[in-house]
């Protein structure tokens, strides 16, 4: 037995020898070096240099061991001491309404009003006749320096002689004659919905400000001149590189107006030409049946018959999470859903109502094993909704399946343990962080200082995250959102959340790259920068752990990394950037201006 032992070590070790002979699997990928790295691990929580190897992190630890990994075929990247940590994962944004991203007016970022309403002037002057010069959502009035919003003469003066339509959020939109005119404002042809305010002058005319909610901009944005197939691709792709220049490395659409199967082909095209530089799973939402009046009906008939789909299934050919179906929501009937405009009191909905649409909805989507997500922002509406959840469960467990409030802002410490209790999780979002001056006006500023209770939330246990919800709710970087959770202070510079309301940076960067791979199912393969993980990470323009707080807001990425790969260089790594193809149209606002205020491609 001995000899027989010794025969076959002997052949392994061989075998063994042969292979390494052949320089087959040794040399690592790409490798960075001398970098700052927080790895998310309690055993190695820091390193100076990692190595990727076919799309995932080969290994972790200082510079002279992991430079013994390469080979000739090795990748190197000198980081020169900047910090890296794991890639940003927004787990609820909306990346698929972005389609008509290029054609934009993007106001984030941007200093002044003055400026703001400058770059309205120079767009109109390029816009051809026949298209709108728009700015869609993304901005907040207290980011400017006036420290309010436009008036509609302003922007009226800015755009004489083409429709115009500035969104904020979801709250209000400005419109010039032309705009109105073309919308049938005052006129059948208008999608108002009862909330609907247009406001009038003293002598009854229409002066161009509506105040709406959501759906009502939503269909707004579908009667204005739409991109070609082209322009849409480039749109998107686009919109992710904006994504990419934060370190954001996955995102989670969170349902759009555009279903799956036919909403996603230019997420297919980029995908199937390894162009697809984030990960990207998604929440599906089937408006526009007409054979069902229940979305939700609309979304099991399309998921298990017209288009079959099983939750967790990937539709990216190379890449693993690449486009994935995680489910169903944000909204799962029209008929309960509670906005998130802080300009006016909350929205609060029937308790009979939301219990018979709970009770019939998800009560289907439990029975045919397919995750949810629902938004809700106000804690009444949350306490009438898990009313309606604990009866379910009683009689059709949940037994697991992941579900998740969306928003969920004024949520109560007793509402938190009864999520957590029925195996939930919560997905805040950072609009108080643009929007909390005006939850301000219109609540207190005491209770601001208590929204949302991130101390508690955090302290609870419960699965959490933080996210943009972009792109019109608010914006896609990242950082704003995290700079308020650690300073308490909104874009304008106001203390919004209580100083025991706050969080360490450590907490808070937890909050959008560990935090959300709950949602997404993935806690053993994302968040960390450890072996085994993806190779998804980015490199900062400013140390993170040391800046002072008030330039958090300001850091982006100068080297983004998804499966191992470059999707985005700046500064002395831009030769690294894959190139964008030409944003479409020539006149485009985003080639223009670019996406982000003074960060252009």
Known sequence: MKKLIVII????????????????????????????IS?????????????????RIYAVGADAEILELKDNNTKLIDADGRRLIPGINDAHTHILNERSYNYNVRWEGVPTLARALEMLSEQAKRTPEGHWVKVIGGWSPYQFEENRLPTIEEIKKAVPDRPVIVQYAYNRAYLNELAMEAFGVGTDRFPASPDTVFEKDENGNYTGLVHAYTFTFASLELM????????????????????NRFGVTTAVDAASIYGYPHGHVQIQQLAKENRLNI???????????????SLVDAEINTVTRTSPISPGENLHPTMAHGHEYEGTGEILRLEIHDHENFDRPAVIIDEEIMHRYIRQDITKLIENGIP?????????????????????????PLDGLRWSIEHAETISPENIARVKELGGGIALDMKM?????????????????????????????????????AFRASSYNPWIGISWMITGKSVSGSEILAKNNRLTREEALKLVTVGPTWFENQEGEMGKIIPGHFADFTLLNKDYFT?????????SSVLTVVNGRVVYGAEEYSELSPKLPETLPEWSAVKHFGGYYNMKY
Do not use: C
């Open 433 to 469: 962080a643009m929007h909390g001056d005006g939850f301000i006006k219109t609540y207190s500023v005491e209770k601001a200082l208590e929204t949302p209770r991130l101390r508690q939330l955090v302290d609870s246990g419960i699965p959490l995250a933080i996210t943009t919800d």
């Open 224 to 243: 204005v001149p739409q991109p070609s197939e082209e322009e849409q691709l480039s749109s998107i792709a686009n919109a992710i590189n904006d994504m």
């Open 372 to 396: 949810f997500r629902l938004h809700i922002s106000y804690n009444e509406n949350i306490t009438t909704f898990l009313d309606a959840l604990e009866a379910i469960n009683d009689k059709t």
């Open 9 to 36: 070590t002997a052949i392994l070790f061989a075998i063994n020898v042969h292979a390494q002979s052949g320089d087959q699997l040794i040399g690592a990928d790409l490798i960075v070096f001398n970098a700052n």
């Open 279 to 293: 990960r990207m799973p998604f929440i599906d939402l089937q408006f526009g049946d007409t054979n069902s009046a």
């Open 547 to 555: 800046i002072p707080d008030e330039e958090i807001k300001t850091i």
């Open 39 to 55: 790895t998310g691990s309690l055993t190695k929580p820091e390193a100076s240099a990692l190595a990727v190897k076919r799309g």
